[in-house]
């Protein structure tokens, strides 16, 4: 009940093309959901989030879809660009605020052929 | 530059000898947390931090101590370590919520290796 599944594992996408990461959530207590990038040998880092009374948060290319009945989460990068080459994880958060403890998605390995 | 910084960045060890992996940061963060990454497992917690004196269990907290007796530092303590504890393991903090985000700010990363 505390996983966050994600799929897919890995993804090729072409330059200019669109990118879609998709996450999936057991536990109805989790409320707040943020996407993290991390490039090899760096630490990840925040790209976006969102908490479960929003259905769609938009940052420049990067939309978070929220569907809290169905209790999934995609991460969709818009005119994918070769520097957006990372592992992307999803996460969900419990506690005071939405935060503390973190359950994350295995990762997606990210290609953008240029 | 606020940054979250953590020491050693690698580490080669044997079965059974007590280590400390610490970290630190300069953001006065109320929260730290610790996990660990593992290729097909991604991140998982280990242990969290809400405030100086206050820890909590993450998923995979067994093999591990951690205390937070300062606010900037919170180690990570394996007194026994194992083989099955090789891995990349991040420190990350983060201060109080605002607005949609809390963000959590991650350290490069420890790379231990237990022979």
């Known amino acids: 009940q505390q996983q966050v599944k994600q799929s897919p594992q890995s993804l090729i996408v072409q330059k200019g093309g669109i990118s879609i990461i998709n996450c999936a959530y057991e536990n109805t207590a989790f409320d707040y959901f943020p996407w993290y990038q991390q490039f090899p040998g760096k630490g990840p880092a925040l790209l976006i989030a969102?908490?479960?009374?929003?259905s769609e948060k938009k940052e420049g290319r990067f939309t978070i879809s929220f569907n809290k009945s169905a209790k999934q989460f995609s991460l969709h990068i818009m005119d994918s660009q070769p520097g957006d080459s990372a592992t992307y994880f999803c996460?969900?958060?419990?506690?005071?605020?939405?935060?503390?403890?973190?359950?994350f998605g295995t990762g997606t390995r990210l290609k953008v052929l240029a | 530059e606020a940054q979250v910084t953590q020491n050693p960045r690698y580490l080669i060890t044997v079965t059974g000898k007590k280590l400390t992996v610490t970290c630190s940061q300069n953001m006065n963060h109320e929260y730290m947390s610790w996990y660990r990454q593992d290729p097909g497992l991604g991140l998982r917690q280990i242990y969290y931090s809400m405030n100086v004196e206050v820890t909590d269990k993450g998923d995979v907290p067994e093999g591990y101590k951690v205390s937070r007796k300062e606010k900037r530092n919170f180690p990570l303590i394996l007194e026994s370590p194992s083989p099955n504890q090789t891995s990349l393991y991040f420190c990350?903090?983060?201060?109080?919520?605002?607005?949609?985000?809390?963000?959590?700010?991650f350290g490069p990363g420890t790379r231990l290796t237990v022979l």
């Open positions: 990350a903090s983060s201060g109080s919520t605002s607005g949609d985000y809390n963000e959590q700010f």
């Open positions: 996460a969900a958060s419990i506690g005071p605020s939405g935060t503390y403890k973190y359950i």
């Open positions: 969102i908490r479960p009374d929003v």
